[in-house]
């Protein structure tokens, strides 16, 4: 405990000393950009040549929405420290931020000279690459960055958007459900679904689960039967605890088996079952149930395409809510 006590009391003189060491990241961790600023102005004006000090204080003024000053800072830290490729790498957002791009790029590439395997550096000129249309240098850095990093979010999107621009269907398909498989939450995931969705794959669904638009991996049952997939049975799960969380909410489950409506009435009576067992503490009245012996047919893009065996939910509005 003594010595917990001592460090405790060792980074505090730190960080009220000024030291940029300990004090830029303080400061930045914790949102408190003003109280930093403060502090490392008074450090920098001391010593001039502290590229610590100048780099957080541009990271400050970059966080507070201030890019003029905040790159006039970052410039100097990268002056001071040549070899620091996050320096330089920070430079480039700041002149993203300034809407230079041309000075954003290129600060980009001198970071990566500095140190070839910055993946910030080679994500965000990627993403500059991606904005100016230049879809094939983009897509080449995105590999890059995740042969780094290869659950890297931002990389695994767009590397999928680009091979959708680029209308290679088969890649793409496989890189949406990479994407969705390690990121299934979240605006990204609803838009990665709808493009899967707009490319004939069905694998992933969106729906509009009560306030949300929820993504939900679709519910798969093995030939003729009522078994479904794992992956299905987690989909559910977030139905369930969407209903926990919001007591007014209710789903319509809509079955569909091309050619075997009573198959179609037995998948979606399990879906409902496999809900209440799992939280009985569920009104079943909140789970009305429809069926029918035809496929479905889902409209993407200006076209039709037909799910012989699928699963629909629908939120019910609340007057319309059975008792």
Known sequence: MRFIFVLGQMFLILLLSGCAQFAGPYYLNH?????????????????????TAAYYLGRYYLALGEPEQAVSFLQVAAKLE????????????????????????ENYKRALSIDGDNISANLYLAHSYLDEGKLDQALALYDKVL??????????????????????????????????????????????TEQLNRLGDFTYRNFI??????????????????KSDLEGNLSLRVLSAIMESDKDSAFHIVS??????????????KIKAHILNAHP????????????????????KGQTYSLDDSIRFITVLKQENPS
């Open 31 to 51: 949102g408190e950009f003003e109280d930093g600023i403060s502090v490392l102005s008074e450090e920098l004006r001391k010593d001039p040549e502290d590229a």
């Open 82 to 105: 040549p070899d620091n490729s996050d320096y330089r790498f920070w430079v480039g957002v700041a002149c993203w931020a300034l809407d230079d791009f041309k000075e954003e790029q």
């Open 147 to 192: 042969k780094m990093d290869t659950y890297n979010p931002q990389a695994l999107y767009n590397r999928a958007d680009i091979l959708t621009r680029q209308g290679k269907r088969d890649s793409a398909l496989k890189e949406w459900k990479a994407f969705l498989e390690y990121y299934p939450d979240g605006s990204l995931a609803v838009y990665g």
């Open 209 to 226: 689960l009560g306030n949300r638009n929820v993504t939900l991996r679709a519910i798969r049952f093995r030939q003729g039967s009522t």
């Open 256 to 269: 569909y088996c091309k050619g075997d409506a009573a198959l179609a009435e037995e998948r979606a009576k």
């Open 281 to 300: 503490g569920i009104d079943s009245g909140r789970l009305p149930l429809s069926w029918f012996g035809v496929p479905e047919k889902v409209k993407r």
